[in-house]
Protein backbone atom coordinates (compact mmCIF):
# COMPACT_ATOMS: atom_id res chain seq x y z
CA UNK A 1 0.00 0.00 0.00
CA UNK A 2 1.24 3.70 -0.90
CA UNK A 3 0.58 6.71 1.27
CA UNK A 4 -0.98 9.46 -0.21
CA UNK A 5 1.77 12.28 -1.19
CA UNK A 6 0.05 15.64 0.48
CA UNK A 7 2.28 17.77 -1.67
CA UNK A 8 -0.57 18.28 -4.10
CA UNK A 9 -3.08 20.26 -1.52
CA UNK A 10 -3.29 23.66 -2.36
CA UNK A 11 -2.40 25.21 1.25
CA UNK A 12 0.80 22.68 1.16
CA UNK A 13 2.07 23.97 -2.38
CA UNK A 14 1.58 27.84 -1.22
CA UNK A 15 3.72 26.77 2.02
CA UNK A 16 6.17 25.24 -0.62
CA UNK A 17 6.11 27.16 -3.69
CA UNK A 18 8.69 30.05 -3.35
CA UNK A 19 11.37 27.43 -2.90
CA UNK A 20 10.14 25.68 -5.46
CA UNK A 21 10.35 29.15 -7.93
CA UNK A 22 13.93 29.86 -6.27
CA UNK A 23 14.91 26.27 -7.77
CA UNK A 24 14.09 27.45 -10.79
CA UNK A 25 15.78 30.71 -10.49
CA UNK A 26 18.96 28.52 -9.32
CA UNK A 27 19.06 26.59 -12.23
CA UNK A 28 18.40 29.21 -15.16
CA UNK A 29 21.23 31.05 -13.35
CA UNK A 30 23.94 27.96 -13.40
CA UNK A 31 23.02 26.82 -16.48
CA UNK A 32 23.83 30.68 -17.78
CA UNK A 33 27.41 30.37 -15.65
CA UNK A 34 28.42 27.08 -17.64
CA UNK A 35 27.34 28.48 -21.05
CA UNK A 36 29.45 31.47 -20.46
CA UNK A 37 32.06 29.42 -20.41
CA UNK A 38 31.74 27.37 -23.60
CA UNK A 39 30.05 24.24 -21.61
CA UNK A 40 28.00 22.21 -23.83
CA UNK A 41 24.94 20.81 -21.90
CA UNK A 42 24.59 16.80 -22.42
CA UNK A 43 21.55 14.40 -21.52
CA UNK A 44 22.53 11.22 -20.65
CA UNK A 45 20.38 8.43 -21.29
CA UNK A 46 18.78 7.37 -17.44
CA UNK A 47 18.82 3.56 -18.86
CA UNK A 48 22.29 1.89 -18.27
CA UNK A 49 23.71 -1.70 -18.28
CA UNK A 50 24.95 -0.74 -15.14
CA UNK A 51 24.17 1.70 -12.46
CA UNK A 52 27.60 2.23 -10.84
CA UNK A 53 30.22 -0.65 -9.33
CA UNK A 54 30.90 1.33 -5.69
CA UNK A 55 30.43 -1.16 -2.80
CA UNK A 56 27.37 0.79 -0.71
CA UNK A 57 25.55 2.22 -3.88
CA UNK A 58 22.11 1.01 -4.53
CA UNK A 59 20.43 1.01 -8.05
CA UNK A 60 16.77 0.46 -9.03
CA UNK A 61 16.99 -2.73 -11.35
CA UNK A 62 14.25 -2.68 -15.16
CA UNK A 63 13.27 -5.20 -17.80
CA UNK A 64 14.20 -3.76 -21.38
CA UNK A 65 12.00 -5.92 -23.77
CA UNK A 66 13.32 -6.06 -27.13
CA UNK A 67 11.27 -6.40 -30.55
CA UNK A 68 12.34 -10.30 -30.49
CA UNK A 69 10.22 -10.30 -27.04
CA UNK A 70 13.86 -10.91 -25.19
CA UNK A 71 14.00 -9.47 -21.60
CA UNK A 72 17.25 -7.62 -20.59
CA UNK A 73 18.53 -6.59 -17.47
CA UNK A 74 19.13 -2.40 -17.31
CA UNK A 75 19.18 -0.19 -14.35
CA UNK A 76 18.36 3.37 -13.75
CA UNK A 77 21.32 5.27 -13.41
CA UNK A 78 22.44 6.28 -10.00
CA UNK A 79 24.92 9.29 -11.47
CA UNK A 80 25.55 9.61 -15.35
CA UNK A 81 29.08 9.70 -14.85
CA UNK A 82 29.32 6.25 -17.37
CA UNK A 83 27.50 7.98 -20.13
CA UNK A 84 29.47 11.70 -19.66
CA UNK A 85 33.14 9.64 -20.22
CA UNK A 86 31.67 8.29 -23.29
CA UNK A 87 31.15 11.94 -24.59
CA UNK A 88 34.46 13.02 -23.39
CA UNK A 89 35.89 9.99 -25.63
CA UNK A 90 34.29 10.85 -28.59
CA UNK A 91 35.33 14.46 -28.27
CA UNK A 92 33.26 16.55 -26.07
CA UNK A 93 35.68 18.69 -23.90
CA UNK A 94 33.73 20.58 -21.53
CA UNK A 95 30.27 19.06 -20.46
CA UNK A 96 27.39 19.53 -17.86
CA UNK A 97 24.46 18.05 -17.05
CA UNK A 98 21.39 18.59 -14.95
CA UNK A 99 21.01 14.85 -14.59
CA UNK A 100 17.66 13.03 -12.54
CA UNK A 101 19.45 10.07 -10.89
CA UNK A 102 18.34 7.40 -8.52
CA UNK A 103 19.78 5.67 -5.66
CA UNK A 104 18.11 3.11 -3.86
CA UNK A 105 17.99 2.56 0.09
CA UNK A 106 18.34 6.19 0.59
CA UNK A 107 16.20 8.75 2.14
CA UNK A 108 16.38 11.14 4.82
CA UNK A 109 16.18 14.72 5.00
CA UNK A 110 19.11 14.88 2.83
CA UNK A 111 18.50 11.81 0.64
CA UNK A 112 15.92 10.87 -1.85
CA UNK A 113 15.13 7.93 -4.14
CA UNK A 114 14.86 10.59 -7.10
CA UNK A 115 16.88 13.45 -6.78
CA UNK A 116 19.46 15.82 -9.10
CA UNK A 117 23.22 15.89 -10.05
CA UNK A 118 24.33 18.58 -11.75
CA UNK A 119 27.61 17.12 -12.99
CA UNK A 120 30.19 18.66 -15.09
CA UNK A 121 33.20 17.30 -16.84
CA UNK A 122 36.37 19.28 -18.05
CA UNK A 123 39.03 17.93 -20.37
CA UNK A 124 42.74 18.88 -19.95
CA UNK A 125 42.48 20.48 -17.01
CA UNK A 126 43.06 19.90 -13.04
CA UNK A 127 40.74 19.03 -10.45
CA UNK A 128 41.55 22.40 -8.38
CA UNK A 129 39.64 24.30 -11.21
CA UNK A 130 36.73 22.26 -10.11
CA UNK A 131 37.28 23.63 -6.38
CA UNK A 132 37.11 27.08 -8.17
CA UNK A 133 34.25 26.27 -10.07
CA UNK A 134 32.25 25.33 -6.80
CA UNK A 135 33.33 28.14 -5.32
CA UNK A 136 32.08 30.36 -7.79
CA UNK A 137 28.76 28.42 -8.00
CA UNK A 138 28.13 28.72 -4.22
CA UNK A 139 27.70 32.40 -4.82
CA UNK A 140 25.65 32.57 -8.26
CA UNK A 141 23.25 30.17 -7.06
CA UNK A 142 22.56 32.73 -3.64
CA UNK A 143 22.32 35.79 -5.60
CA UNK A 144 19.37 33.32 -8.00
CA UNK A 145 18.02 32.78 -4.64
CA UNK A 146 18.36 35.98 -3.10
CA UNK A 147 19.99 34.53 -0.01
CA UNK A 148 23.05 36.21 1.87
CA UNK A 149 23.82 33.06 3.67
CA UNK A 150 23.39 29.22 3.24
CA UNK A 151 21.36 27.76 6.46
CA UNK A 152 20.69 24.29 7.48
CA UNK A 153 19.62 23.39 11.45
CA UNK A 154 20.68 26.55 12.99
CA UNK A 155 24.40 26.30 10.94
CA UNK A 156 24.62 29.14 8.71
CA UNK A 157 27.51 29.75 5.53
CA UNK A 158 28.74 32.86 3.75
CA UNK A 159 28.04 31.79 -0.51
CA UNK A 160 30.66 34.55 -1.10
CA UNK A 161 33.08 33.97 1.37
CA UNK A 162 36.28 31.48 0.47
CA UNK A 163 36.21 28.29 1.39
CA UNK A 164 38.26 26.43 3.84
CA UNK A 165 40.65 24.11 1.90
CA UNK A 166 41.37 21.10 4.21
CA UNK A 167 43.51 17.51 3.89
CA UNK A 168 41.50 14.42 5.16
CA UNK A 169 44.79 13.74 7.24
CA UNK A 170 44.48 17.40 8.42
CA UNK A 171 41.10 16.95 9.23
CA UNK A 172 41.59 13.47 11.11
CA UNK A 173 44.19 15.26 13.09
CA UNK A 174 42.37 18.27 14.01
CA UNK A 175 39.40 16.76 14.78
CA UNK A 176 39.71 13.17 15.66
CA UNK A 177 43.27 12.84 17.04
CA UNK A 178 43.95 10.54 14.53
CA UNK A 179 46.80 10.33 12.22
CA UNK A 180 45.16 9.10 9.08
CA UNK A 181 48.13 8.31 6.64
CA UNK A 182 50.37 6.35 9.51
CA UNK A 183 47.51 3.63 8.53
CA UNK A 184 47.56 3.89 4.61
CA UNK A 185 50.91 2.32 2.91
CA UNK A 186 52.80 3.42 0.11
CA UNK A 187 50.85 1.54 -2.21
CA UNK A 188 47.47 2.61 -0.97
CA UNK A 189 46.94 -1.16 1.42
CA UNK A 190 45.14 -0.27 4.28
CA UNK A 191 46.27 -1.40 8.24
CA UNK A 192 42.74 -2.09 9.61
CA UNK A 193 43.94 -3.64 12.89
CA UNK A 194 45.65 -0.13 13.50
CA UNK A 195 43.02 2.08 12.62
CA UNK A 196 40.55 0.19 14.52
CA UNK A 197 43.10 0.46 17.75
CA UNK A 198 43.28 4.34 16.91
CA UNK A 199 39.04 4.76 16.21
CA UNK A 200 38.89 2.98 19.77
CA UNK A 201 41.14 5.43 21.18
CA UNK A 202 38.81 8.27 20.46
CA UNK A 203 35.81 6.89 21.26
CA UNK A 204 34.29 5.42 18.02
CA UNK A 205 32.71 2.20 18.49
CA UNK A 206 33.15 -0.93 16.26
CA UNK A 207 31.78 -3.68 15.19
CA UNK A 208 34.05 -7.07 15.20
CA UNK A 209 33.76 -7.59 10.97
CA UNK A 210 34.35 -3.33 10.23
CA UNK A 211 36.65 -2.98 7.64
CA UNK A 212 38.80 -0.55 7.01
CA UNK A 213 36.72 1.23 5.04
CA UNK A 214 33.65 0.95 7.48
CA UNK A 215 36.01 2.46 10.17
CA UNK A 216 36.88 5.42 7.93
CA UNK A 217 33.40 6.43 7.53
CA UNK A 218 32.33 5.96 11.18
CA UNK A 219 35.03 8.27 11.99
CA UNK A 220 33.98 10.58 8.99
CA UNK A 221 30.56 11.13 9.98
CA UNK A 222 31.22 11.48 13.50
CA UNK A 223 34.30 13.30 14.20
CA UNK A 224 34.78 15.28 11.10
CA UNK A 225 31.77 16.66 8.89
CA UNK A 226 30.15 18.09 12.03
CA UNK A 227 32.50 20.49 11.66
CA UNK A 228 32.54 21.37 8.68
CA UNK A 229 31.04 23.88 6.52
CA UNK A 230 30.91 26.35 9.35
CA UNK A 231 30.57 30.08 8.51
CA UNK A 232 31.93 29.06 5.27
CA UNK A 233 32.45 26.32 3.02
CA UNK A 234 34.71 23.77 3.44
CA UNK A 235 36.81 21.68 0.62
CA UNK A 236 37.94 18.40 1.86
CA UNK A 237 40.58 17.04 -0.27
CA UNK A 238 42.85 14.16 -0.86
CA UNK A 239 41.19 11.16 0.30
CA UNK A 240 42.43 7.84 0.68
CA UNK A 241 43.42 6.26 -2.25
CA UNK A 242 40.95 3.76 -1.55
CA UNK A 243 38.33 5.99 -0.80
CA UNK A 244 38.25 7.25 -4.70
CA UNK A 245 36.60 4.55 -6.64
CA UNK A 246 37.16 6.65 -9.91
CA UNK A 247 39.97 8.98 -9.11
CA UNK A 248 43.72 9.33 -10.28
CA UNK A 249 46.38 8.85 -7.29
CA UNK A 250 47.33 12.31 -6.40
CA UNK A 251 51.18 12.87 -8.30
CA UNK A 252 53.94 12.45 -5.63
CA UNK A 253 51.88 10.47 -3.22
CA UNK A 254 50.17 7.63 -4.40
CA UNK A 255 48.47 7.06 -0.65
CA UNK A 256 45.92 9.66 -1.73
CA UNK A 257 43.47 10.80 -4.63
CA UNK A 258 43.24 13.59 -6.71
CA UNK A 259 39.15 13.60 -5.00
CA UNK A 260 37.99 16.34 -3.49
CA UNK A 261 34.16 17.13 -1.22
CA UNK A 262 32.65 20.40 -0.91
CA UNK A 263 30.63 21.02 2.39
CA UNK A 264 28.19 23.97 3.68
CA UNK A 265 26.14 23.48 6.93
CA UNK A 266 27.78 20.29 7.59
CA UNK A 267 26.15 18.95 4.69
CA UNK A 268 28.10 17.39 1.51
CA UNK A 269 27.23 19.36 -1.65
CA UNK A 270 29.73 17.99 -4.28
CA UNK A 271 32.49 15.03 -4.69
CA UNK A 272 34.91 15.84 -7.59
CA UNK A 273 37.79 13.88 -9.09
CA UNK A 274 41.19 14.06 -11.00
CA UNK A 275 39.66 11.16 -13.48
CA UNK A 276 40.98 7.84 -13.64
CA UNK A 277 41.75 7.22 -17.49
CA UNK A 278 43.64 3.95 -16.64
CA UNK A 279 41.09 1.13 -17.82
CA UNK A 280 42.71 -2.28 -16.06
CA UNK A 281 43.30 0.01 -12.86
CA UNK A 282 39.58 0.82 -12.97
CA UNK A 283 39.08 -2.52 -13.85
CA UNK A 284 40.70 -4.12 -10.68
CA UNK A 285 39.00 -1.59 -8.62
CA UNK A 286 35.28 -2.14 -10.04
CA UNK A 287 35.98 -5.90 -9.34
CA UNK A 288 37.12 -5.06 -5.73
CA UNK A 289 34.37 -3.29 -5.04
CA UNK A 290 32.42 -5.62 -6.43
CA UNK A 291 33.82 -9.10 -4.08
CA UNK A 292 32.59 -6.94 -1.25
CA UNK A 293 29.17 -6.09 -2.15
CA UNK A 294 28.67 -9.15 -2.85
CA UNK A 295 30.11 -10.16 0.77
CA UNK A 296 27.79 -7.48 2.49
CA UNK A 297 24.74 -7.41 0.78
CA UNK A 298 24.69 -11.19 -1.68
CA UNK A 299 24.49 -8.93 -5.09
CA UNK A 300 26.86 -7.40 -7.80
CA UNK A 301 26.34 -4.99 -10.40
CA UNK A 302 27.45 -6.24 -14.11
CA UNK A 303 30.66 -3.92 -15.16
CA UNK A 304 30.08 -1.74 -18.08
CA UNK A 305 32.46 -3.51 -20.61
CA UNK A 306 31.47 -0.39 -23.32
CA UNK A 307 32.54 2.55 -20.86
CA UNK A 308 35.86 0.35 -19.78
CA UNK A 309 36.50 0.71 -23.71
CA UNK A 310 35.64 4.02 -23.89
CA UNK A 311 37.77 4.82 -20.43
CA UNK A 312 40.93 3.71 -22.60
CA UNK A 313 40.22 6.77 -25.46
CA UNK A 314 39.66 9.21 -22.80
CA UNK A 315 41.32 12.16 -22.45
CA UNK A 316 42.93 13.59 -18.97
CA UNK A 317 40.02 15.59 -17.05
CA UNK A 318 38.85 16.28 -14.36
CA UNK A 319 34.64 15.95 -13.14
CA UNK A 320 32.27 16.91 -10.11
CA UNK A 321 28.93 15.94 -9.16
CA UNK A 322 26.90 18.28 -7.14
CA UNK A 323 23.41 17.85 -5.32
CA UNK A 324 21.29 20.55 -6.81
CA UNK A 325 18.16 19.34 -4.73
CA UNK A 326 20.66 19.89 -1.48
CA UNK A 327 21.94 23.29 -2.92
CA UNK A 328 18.50 24.40 -3.35
CA UNK A 329 17.62 23.66 0.02
CA UNK A 330 20.99 25.46 1.84
CA UNK A 331 19.88 28.15 -0.32
CA UNK A 332 16.30 28.65 0.42
CA UNK A 333 16.60 27.36 4.24
CA UNK A 334 14.45 24.36 4.05
CA UNK A 335 14.48 21.40 6.22
CA UNK A 336 14.35 18.17 4.04
CA UNK A 337 15.37 17.65 0.03
CA UNK A 338 11.09 16.85 -0.19
CA UNK A 339 10.69 20.59 0.35
CA UNK A 340 12.49 21.35 -2.79
CA UNK A 341 11.23 18.97 -5.12
CA UNK A 342 7.80 19.99 -6.99
CA UNK A 343 6.76 16.35 -6.93
CA UNK A 344 8.33 13.89 -3.97
CA UNK A 345 8.28 10.23 -4.60
CA UNK A 346 5.43 8.57 -1.95
CA UNK A 347 6.73 7.10 0.26
CA UNK A 348 5.91 3.34 0.76
CA UNK A 349 3.19 1.82 3.62
CA UNK A 350 1.16 4.20 6.03
CA UNK A 351 3.97 6.31 8.02
CA UNK A 352 2.51 9.62 8.86
CA UNK A 353 5.15 12.61 7.82
Not at 104 to 116: D, G, I, K, Q, V
Not at 154 to 168: N, Y
Not at 200 to 216: C, E, K, P, Q, Y
Request: charged content about 25%.
Amino acid sequence: MTQASPFWRPDIHADRRPALLARGRIKAALRRWFEARDFTEVEAAILQVSPGNETHLHGFGTTLIDDAGAGHDYYLHTSPEFAAKKLLAAGERRIFDFARVFRNRERTALHHPEFTMLEWYRTGEGYEVLMADSTALLAEAARAAGATTLQWRGVSVDPFAEPERLTLHDAFARHAGIDLLATVAADGATDRAAFAAAATRVGIRLAADDTWSDIFSRILSEKIEPHLGRGRATILCEYPISEAALARPKPGDPRVAERFELYACGVELANAFGELTDAAEQRRRFEADMDEKARIYGERYPIDEDFLAALGQMPQASGIALGFDRLVMLCTGARRIEDVLWTPVAEPGNRQR
